[in-house]
């Protein structure tokens, strides 16, 4: 089974700042790695796959990088509802499966 | 626009069973691979079940194989997850989730629904 290592498990930040969220798999996904963000009390949003692929109506400010094992999500500039905790996932092989999560909290 | 409508979650004893649904519109049903997916509470998400829009492809995670079935109708666009053997680890949120892309088990998950909760409990 592959695992997907997120850092930091937390990142405290203010409105305007720069997010940059990682995603470590213990071994290669290619770049079949995708990002959701969750929020109390509501369902995942998928915001990007196949590590870069923006999903539709993503604002342009979330962007994904990086292949093989190791992924960034980055937030260009934090707004209000962007505070939640990110979710990647890879489906690479099965079984297919998601990191811990970071939560990005207002600092 | 996609909706997906969870039900069938519920406190249920150990060893006991539970039937959830998902009710799909707003898109080709049988185009799309369907998935479910389970979060216990105050945990990160963990993919249960797959299944492919022609019914013919499965994958289940070892926790749930053999306990767990999922299953569709694609004449009335629902979704099924038929729990057997329920343990208390099996407790969470479930959410089902579409694939975003046609045809096979692409696991790219673009819309969910708002999740039912499965309490396993004496």
């Known amino acids: 089974e592959i695992v997907l290592t997120q850092s930091p498990a937390t990142l405290s930040l203010s409105p305007g700042e720069r997010a940059t969220l990682s995603c470590r798999a213990s071994q290669s996904v290619s770049r079949y790695l995708a990002w959701y963000q969750q929020k109390p009390g509501q369902a995942p949003r998928l915001l990007i796959f196949?590590?870069?692929n923006r999903a539709t109506g993503i604002p342009a400010r979330f962007s994904g990088s990086g292949s093989g094992t190791d992924f960034t999500l980055t937030i260009s500039s934090l707004e209000p509802e962007d505070f939640a905790i990110y979710y990647c996932?890879?489906?690479?092989?099965?079984?297919?499966?998601f990191g811990q999560g970071t939560k990005v909290e207002i600092k | 626009e996609v909706q997906l409508v969870e039900s069938g979650g519920g406190l249920v004893q150990p060893g006991g069973s539970l039937r959830l649904s998902c009710a799909a519109s707003?898109?080709?049903?049988?185009?799309?691979?369907m998935n479910w997916v389970r979060q216990a509470p105050g945990k990160g998400l963990q993919w249960v079940s797959s299944l492919s829009g022609t019914a013919d492809t499965t994958y289940y995670a070892d926790s749930v194989k053999g306990r767990f079935t999922i299953s569709r109708d694609n004449s009335k666009n629902t979704l099924h997850l038929q729990m057997n053997s329920l343990r208390a680890e099996d407790t969470a949120i479930y959410y089902c989730a579409k694939d975003l892309f046609y045809g096979g088990n692409s696991v790219v998950l673009d819309h969910w629904g708002q999740g039912t909760l499965v309490t396993v409990s004496s």
């Open positions: 996932q890879q489906r690479s092989n099965w079984p297919w499966t």
């Open positions: 196949d590590a870069s």
């Open positions: 707003g898109f080709t049903f049988s185009d799309h691979a």
